[in-house]
C-alpha cells in the first residue's frame, strides 16, 4: 500500500499533534498523578496504574519525567528504575511505529525516486509542505553525520520533548531496535535522577527532577556536546576541503 502525499500526512500530522497537545493542556499530569499516591501502599495496584499512565500518555503529550518520578515514590530506586525505563520504551513506541506507519515507505529510503517525483507533483500543495521537506532534510543530515544509534541516544540526552525526539528518529529511517537501545541510554540519566527525587520525597512529585532539573540539564547538555563533538568537527572540516577544492 502506497504513503499518503507528503502535504496530507502532514496535515494530518499537525491534527494529531494539536489534539495531543490541546488534551495536555485540559488534563495535566498533576492532577492525574497526584491521583495514583492513594494506591502507593498496594504494590500491584499501583503498578497497574503507572502503567496506565505510561499508554496514555502519547494521546496528552506528557512528558516522561513525572511518571518517572512517580514510579521512583511508589517502588523506590532498584525496583523503580528498570520499572521507569521499561515504562518509556513502552511509551514512545506507539508514535514511533505511528510516524513510520504514516511517512510508509520514505521512512527507509526504499520508494523509487521517478515515482516519488510523480507523486509530489500530482500531490495538492500546502502551506506545510516546504516547512515538512525542510526539517526532513535537516533531520536527514543530522542522522547521516550522527549515526543512528549516537543520534537517537544524542537526542534523549538532550532537553527536548521526548514525543519530538521520538518522531525524528522514526522519519529518519533508524530501526526499531537501535531507536529502543539509544531511548534506554539517553533517557537513563533524566529518568535516575526523576525516580532518585521520587523516591526521596514525602509525597508524590509531579514536577519531575525538582531542583535537581537545571544540574541535570547541564550534564545532559554537555554529554550531547561530547557525543555530537566528532561528527560535527567531522562535518565542518569535510564543508572546509570542498570550499577550498573548489577555488
Not at 485540559?26 to 496506565?52: C, I, T
Not at 541510554?185 to 535516575?192: H, N, Q, R, S, Y
Not at 514536577?207 to 554537555?222: I, N, Q
Amino acid at each position: 500500500m502506497s504513503a499518503l502525499p507528503v502535504s496530507t500526512r502532514v496535515l494530518a500530522g499537525v491534527l494529531v499533534a494539536s489534539a495531543a497537545v490541546t488534551a495536555g493542556l485540559l488534563v495535566s499530569p498533576s492532577s492525574v498523578v497526584v491521583a495514583v499516591e492513594s494506591l502507593a501502599a498496594n504494590p500491584v495496584a499501583f503498578g497497574m496504574a503507572v502503567a496506565g499512565l505510561y499508554l496514555v500518555r502519547p494521546l496528552f503529550a506528557w512528558p516522561t519525567t513525572p511518571l518517572a518520578a512517580v514510579v521512583g515514590y511508589g517502588y523506590g530506586i532498584t525496583m523503580g528504575v528498570p520499572f521507569a525505563l521499561g515504562g518509556v520504551i513502552v511509551t514512545v513506541t506507539p508514535v514511533f511505529l505511528g510516524v513510520r506507519i504514516a511517512v510508509g515507505d520514505d521512512a527507509d529510503g526504499s520508494t523509487d525516486t521517478q515515482a516519488d517525483e510523480r507523486e509530489h507533483e500530482r500531490a495538492p500543495k500546502s502551506p506545510f509542505t516546504g516547512l515538512f521537506q525542510r526539517t526532513n532534510a535537516v533531520i536527514d543530515r543530522y542522522y547521516e553525520a550522527a549515526g543512528p544509534l549516537r543520534g537517537v541516544t544524542a537526542s534523549r540526552l538532550a532537553p527536548v520533548p521526548s514525543d519530538l525526539s521520538t518522531c525524528a528518529a522514526a522519519v529518519s529511517g533508524v530501526s526499531f531496535r537501535t531507536f529502543v537501545l539509544g531511548t534506554l541510554l539517553g533517557e537513563l540519566p533524566w529518568t535516575l535522577g526523576a525516580v532518585v527525587v521520587g523516591a526521596s520525597a514525602g509525597t508524590v512529585a509531579t514536577d519531575g527532577v525538582g531542583e535537581l532539573g537545571l544540574m541535570l540539564s547541564v550534564a545532559c547538555c554537555l554529554a550531547v556536546l561530547c557525543l555530537l563533538a566528532g561528527p560535527v568537527y567531522r562535518v565542518v572540516r569535510s564543508r572546509q576541503q570542498r570550499s577550498t577544492g573548489s577555488r
